[in-house]
Nanobody
Framework: VQLQASGGGLVQTGGSLRISCAGS????????IGWFRQAPGKEREGVSF????????YFLDSVMGRFTIFADNTRKMVYLDMDNLRPEDTAVYYC?????????????????YGQGTLVTVSS
């Protein structure tokens, strides 16, 4: 199993960014996949997840209405569109996958994690 994240970078407050995760080595159709993040000095937290079999989604309260998650099952990709970014969104974002579930689980542990991608929001 591999999860390859991309798309992080530096953006100003109020800006937008898309991060992507490419999955391989597993069946994409019945997993929950999404993003955790970890800011400096803080614990890792679940940001947004999607159950690929039914499209159910979860969003952390603080990103609700600003972030959108969607999956392309054919390409085995998951995307997180982040709008109206705030400095407190600055973190390393980790793609993660939980196998064989139709529920949108937002707590760790997940089965596999990718390398992180850094998102920095300047004030």
């Amino acid at each position: 199993v591999q999860l390859q994240a991309s798309g992080g970078g530096l953006v100003q407050t109020g800006g937008s960014l898309r991060i992507s995760c490419a999955g391989s080595g597993f069946t994409f159709d019945d997993v929950t996949i999404g993003w955790f993040r970890q800011a400096p000095g803080k614990e890792r937290e679940g940001v947004s997840f999607i159950a690929t079999i039914n499209g159910r989604k979860y969003f952390l309260d603080s990103v609700m209405g600003r972030f959108t998650i969607f999956a392309d099952n054919t390409r085995k990709m998951v995307y997180l569109d982040m709008d109206n970014l705030r400095p407190e969104d600055t973190a390393v974002y980790y793609c993660a996958v939980l196998m064989g579930t139709t529920a949108v689980v937002f707590e760790e542990p997940y089965d596999y994690y990718g390398q992180g991608t850094l998102v920095t929001v300047s004030s």
